[in-house]
């Protein structure tokens, strides 16, 4: 089995190496990501990338192994005991400080503390991102054994920008920095993620290439395509 | 009862714990706490919602977690509160209502018996460690708490996250004055 690793963003993608495929952020995702699957027809995939902490404990560049995937009223989503075991295996042996447990999949940022708090109350979901389910669900429709690894950008006693709350992917970049070039007093929060972003892409750098490697070593899982490990 | 009024004759230093249950109505723990400080004038209490054990008979009793947060910021919402002495940290209330979220420190309360270093959480009975080395180095800590063990999915229990909270505490200087402020004030810290 060979593992496809799958980034939302090229911003990721380029953190974690040459061999990535970006499968597009947010509502990007959901479309695309049939599509991607369909045409490299990868054995297995790590959806690999950043995430909001919801779990009080995780600071920057701690790294989230999926559990489980969640969006509020569909079916909670458990990739493949055997994987799941045999990635959090690799990431200890690492030593890379990682913890196993849901992750929220959610259409729009959450940006302040009391948001984040109420939704870790709710569901225990240890980081909130805006992929996650689809790319799960997609591949979990085509039989193909999935994985989903995050590391925490902005922690949970952090508040995001106001500015970058609306952000739905790379393409509204140009448009959020131009906002927040007219609020001087967001900079400093802009700095605090700048910093964690290189922690961030540090953790994925180091554990995503690993939890692919583990899980192309794996013993086969179901009835899974051809094997593809592809470049962008 | 008859107790707590001797030992407090004698001078002895007496604290309650309370746990509270889904059959404890908020005016039922109001009018316990009133009693514990003004009438046997204790002083101070401590508080946490009940662990549901999974092999306890009777589920019904046991809370979940939003039943537990709703249930807290009712009793901390009665005029009551201002009378009332924690023995707990301000941060460790703010939890129990839902307003500060921690994870468990589930090596914040080593037990050890005539068995040994309990490992954790003691609330799960997981077996015992021979040294305490044992139980730090070999322990998968991170495996524990709320989102990560479903064990732990109704915890709110104050053996694992009073830890949290101490910890966030003196890691803060505003919290740890808000703590000190609580004290000096004859309130506790909460």
Known sequence: MSALLLAPTA???RAMGPEVVVCGAAAVARERIGRVLDEIRPSAIVLAGVCGGLDPSLSPGDLVLARSVLVPGRPELVPASPLLDTVR?????????FVTAPLLTVERPLGSRREKTDVWNATGAAGVDMESHAVAAAARERGIPWIVLRAVLDPAGSELPVSLRSWTGEGDEPTVLAVAATRPWEWSAYLRLAFAWRRAAAALRAAAPTAAAALSAA????AAPAVTLSSR | VAAIREARRRGFRVSTNTTVYAD?????VRDLFNFLMDDLRVDGMMVSPGYDYPKAPNQRVFLKRPQMIETFRR???FPDRRRWRFFHTPLFLEF???KAPMQCTAWGNPTRSVLGWQRPCYLMAEGYASTFRELIEETDWDRYGYGRDPRCANCMAHCGYEATAVKATM???L???RAGVGALLGRGAG
């Open chain 1, 219 to 222: 013993p086969q899982q179901g």
């Open chain 2, 75 to 77: 009793i901390f919402s």
């Open chain 2, 171 to 173: 890691a803060s200087p």
């Open chain 1, 11 to 13: 911003r990721e993608a």
């Open chain 2, 175 to 177: 919290e740890g004055v």
């Open chain 2, 24 to 28: 404890s109505s908020p005016e039922q």
């Open chain 2, 96 to 98: 129990l209502q839902g």
């Open chain 1, 89 to 97: 295996g690799a990431l200890r042996r690492s030593g890379w400080p």
